[in-house]
Structures are given as structure tokens and as C-alpha cells.
């Protein structure tokens, strides 16, 4: 069965380092997007990703984010420059149809830990 | 808010019980989900319900929905040590380009005891 995947599955970074988390969302999905779920607390909504553009994008998503799609199949989060919260685990997801009643299939994660 | 909000936050039983956690939301949704995530992994998504819909079932899995009181159930029945997870609901929000956002609950926490 097709799912999304994530790497690294793990970033260790210093503050104020860039980093990039990569995603490949499943191969004939439309819709893209990235969530956040700090340590014990509740899954955050960051963006959703459209037709090559930003949908929606959560208070959370500021200057310091950004989304790409650069190829056919690869989607990704960059932070520019990274705070100690930031650290979290950053979940990719995708669906297929256009929105209505469409499950989100959701990646294993990628635990951004920032020293 | 949107959010959705499990209660218990946390739940202990017996292998071969049936286990019962509860969503409630505040705004009118197109669809509610629930999805399972095991400790430190990914989510799963386990039930989509539309708004329009009052029950549905997936194997052991079955979830109710009652718009009016804007709420959901999840009941997993004859569970096993491998249903140990957090449950989450979460509801949609459709966004720009019909985008779907998702909004969580905090979660239930479900121990199965063997």
C-alpha cells in the first residue's frame, strides 16, 4: 500500500541553523501538508499546499517557514533559522481528492531536536 | 475554536474488553477523523465520518457522530495489547482550493492490560 515518508527521521540542529525536512507525499495526491506536535501536546496544523502554492497557513507558520515542491514528488518544510521551539516532531501529510471526505495520510515523522 | 476534545485522557482496561473514548467539537464540520498513534510514531488514520453520517464500522472499530451535540465516539471492542496507543479525533476545516485543514484533540491515552 502506498504511503508517505519522511527523512530524516530524526535532525539534531543547532539554533539558528537552517534545516530542511523532506516528504514524499503519496504519488497521485493533490494536496500537501505539514503539521507540528511539540512533546506532549496537541497535533498543530502549519500549512497546506495547493497546486504549487500555499492553501492556509497557520499563526504558527511564520517568516521563518517556508513549503516547496521543487520536483514531481518530493515536499518540503524549510526553517530558516531555528529556536529551541521549534523543536518538535513535524508530521507530512497528503490527500488525494479535492477535499471533501478525503482521509489524510500522515508520514512517521521527523523529530526536530534544537540545541 | 474548531478543536476537537477526547475525554477520557486516559484509559486502562483488560485484554478483550471494549474500549469507548469520546470527541467533542465546537463549530460545524464536513468530516471527522480518527487516527491512532503509537508512542513517538506517525498517525494512523483509522475512520473518516462525514457530518451527514451517524455510524459507521471498520472491523473492530466503530465510531458514532451526533452533529447536534457535536460529538463522536470511538468504541474498539475485544481489544488486544496491540490497540496500546494515543486516539485522536480530529475535524476538517475546508480551506482555500479545497484544501483540508485538520484540527486535533488532545488525545486519549489507551492501555490494554494483558
Known amino acids: 500500500e502506498p504511503e508517505v515518508t519522511q527523512t530524516p527521521s530524526h535532525q539534531v540542529t543547532q539554533m539558528g541553523q537552517e534545516v530542511i525536512l523532506r516528504c514524499v507525499p503519496i504519488?497521485?495526491?493533490?494536496?500537501f501538508y505539514w503539521y507540528r506536535q511539540i512533546l506532549g501536546q496537541k497535533v498543530e496544523f502549519l500549512v497546506s499546499f495547493y497546486n504549487n502554492e500555499i492553501s492556509e497557513k497557520s499563526e504558527i507558520f511564520d517568516d521563518q517557514f517556508s513549503v516547496e515542491r521543487p520536483d514531481g514528488s518530493n515536499f518540503t518544510l524549510k526553517i530558516r533559522s531555528t529556536k529551541l521551539e521549534d523543536s518538535a516532531m513535524y508530521f507530512c501529510?497528503?490527500?488525494?481528492?479535492?477535499?471533501?471526505?478525503?482521509?489524510?495520510?500522515f508520514g512517521p515523522g521527523t523529530r526536530l531536536t534544537v540545541l | 475554536s474548531q478543536q476537537g476534545e477526547e475525554d477520557p485522557q486516559a484509559l486502562s482496561i483488560q485484554e478483550g474488553e471494549n474500549a469507548t473514548m469520546n470527541c467533542s467539537y465546537k463549530t460545524s464540520i464536513n468530516n471527522l477523523q480518527w487516527y491512532r498513534q503509537n508512542s513517538g510514531r506517525g498517525l494512523v488514520h483509522l475512520i473518516l465520518?462525514?457530518?451527514?453520517?451517524r455510524e459507521k464500522h471498520s472491523g473492530r472499530l466503530r465510531v458514532t457522530l451526533d452533529t447536534s451535540k457535536k460529538s463522536s465516539s470511538l468504541l474498539i471492542t475485544a481489544s488486544r495489547a496491540a490497540d496500546t496507543a494515543s486516539y485522536f479525533c480530529a475535524t476538517d476545516a475546508l480551506v482555500f482550493q479545497g484544501a483540508q485543514k485538520l484540527v486535533f484533540g488532545q488525545g486519549t491515552r489507551l492501555t490494554i492490560n494483558p
Open positions: 501529510a497528503s490527500t488525494r481528492a479535492l477535499g471533501l471526505a478525503s482521509a489524510q495520510y
Open positions: 465520518i462525514r457530518s451527514n453520517e
Open positions: 504519488s497521485n495526491h493533490l494536496y
